[in-house]
């Protein structure tokens, strides 16, 4: 069974930064696209970064591009979202997901770690 658990998440001040983690299990980490995506309160689930299997090779929405950074342990099964810079329309509940950005926002999803920008 895949269980995908984040944590990280929590209040920050505008520019402020935060490291999100997810810790993967149930399949076989290293063989995987992994991704991450947001939804803020009363919107729809937005993509915001994805890496390849091997850890090389990472893409990221407009919107978070330059400020975020995704990283990945394949040895400790480990997907990693650096936040920094932050903007309070960075507010949202954040997941991990298994696979690229093509199927991310329709794969299954963690409970989430909750990152809210506000001074």
């Known amino acids: 069974e895949v269980q995908l658990v984040e944590s990280g998440g929590g209040l920050v001040q505008p520019g402020g930064s935060l490291r999100l983690s997810c810790a993967a299990s149930?399949?076989?980490?290293?063989?995987?696209?992994m991704s991450w995506v947001r939804q803020a309160p009363g919107k729809g689930l937005e993509w915001v970064s994805s890496i390849n299997p091997g850890g090389l090779g990472t893409t990221y929405a407009d919107s978070v591009k330059g400020r975020f950074t995704i990283s990945r342990d394949n040895v400790k099964n480990v997907l990693i979202l650096q936040l920094s810079s932050l903007k309070e329309e960075d507010t949202a509940m954040y997941y991990c997901v298994k696979g690229d950005q093509w199927s991310a926002l329709t794969s299954p999803r963690g409970q989430g770690t909750q990152v809210t920008v506000s001074s």
């Open positions: 149930g399949f076989t980490f290293r063989l995987y696209a």
